[in-house]
Nanobody, 122 residues
């Protein structure tokens, strides 16, 4: 499955962005999808993941209540709505897909998008 992340940009603290993760094929409808981020010099960090149906979601504590993951399987697309953004949210954001149940460990995900930069100014 090929993934394309988009929607990043520059936003002021307190603002919002919605990231999109578009998949190249319908098989993504049977995959769990996750969002991760990586800041310079830091390890890739789990943010949120959803099951293929969208009925099961998990969030990292650092984003719970601010970020929402959702998916539209008719469009082969998964979204990450990010609200109340903080400067520490600045990073490259990646989406990834895996067969089976959603996980939080990036090593469990076999397909990755190219990343989209999110910069939050103070």
């Amino acid at each position: 499955v090929q993934l394309q992340a988009s929607g990043g940009g520059l936003v002021q603290a307190g603002g919002s962005l919605r990231l999109s993760c578009a998949a190249s094929e319908r098989t993504v409808r049977t995959h769990a999808v996750g969002w991760f981020r990586q800041a310079p010099g830091q390890e890739r960090e789990f943010l949120a993941t959803t099951s293929w149906s969208g009925s099961t979601t998990y969030y990292a504590g650092s984003v719970k209540g601010r970020f929402t993951i959702s998916r539209d399987n008719a469009k082969n697309t998964v979204y990450l709505q990010m609200n109340s953004l903080k400067p520490e949210d600045t990073a490259v954001y990646y989406c990834a897909a895996k067969m089976g149940v959603p996980k939080t460990d990036p090593a469990e995900f076999g397909s990755w998008g190219q990343g989209t930069q999110v910069t939050v100014s103070s």
